[in-house]
Nanobody
Framework: QVHLAESGGGLVQTGGSLRLSCAAS????????MAWYRQAPGKQRGLVAT???????NYADSVKGRFVISRDDAKNTVYLEMNNLKPEDTAVYYC?????????????????????WGQGTLVTVSS
């Protein structure tokens, strides 16, 4: 089992900053890609930012230049630094990680993959 503990959400004013954290714990072997998604009221969940094992990042156009995704593999944690927040950033933010489980079948290692979601943390940006 893998548990993702999210933190850092809250209420901020327009132009303010907030830093989200998501720490993974459990019996997984490795973590590959990690990402942040968000879902605003009445809208579909959408991708905010991704970060690969290599550290390569990708951002939604709406947050480019304002948000920064980073990871600390020693702590199994992904972060999202949000700057110059706007009311349209108001949403529930979810972290997502791709984990690898290692088992043994027929005497050889066998890897299995799983996508895990956090519980979500609410970010509210006041007008």
């Amino acid at each position: 089992q893998v548990h993702l503990a999210e933190s850092g959400g809250g209420l901020v004013q327009t132009g303010g900053s907030l830093r989200l954290s998501c720490a993974a714990s459990g019996n997984f072997f490795k973590i590959n890609d990690m990402a942040w998604y968000r879902q605003a009221p009445g809208k579909q969940r959408g991708l905010v930012a991704t970060i690969r094992k290599s550290g390569a990042t990708n951002y939604a156009d709406s947050v480019k230049g304002r948000f920064v995704i980073s990871r600390d593999d020693a702590k199994n944690t992904v972060y999202l630094e949000m700057n110059n927040l706007k009311p349209e950033d108001t949403a529930v933010y979810y972290c997502n990680v791709d984990v690898i489980y290692r088992g043994v079948e027929a005497g050889i290692p066998t890897d299995r993959y799983q996508e895990v979601w956090g519980q979500g943390t609410l970010v509210t940006v006041s007008s």
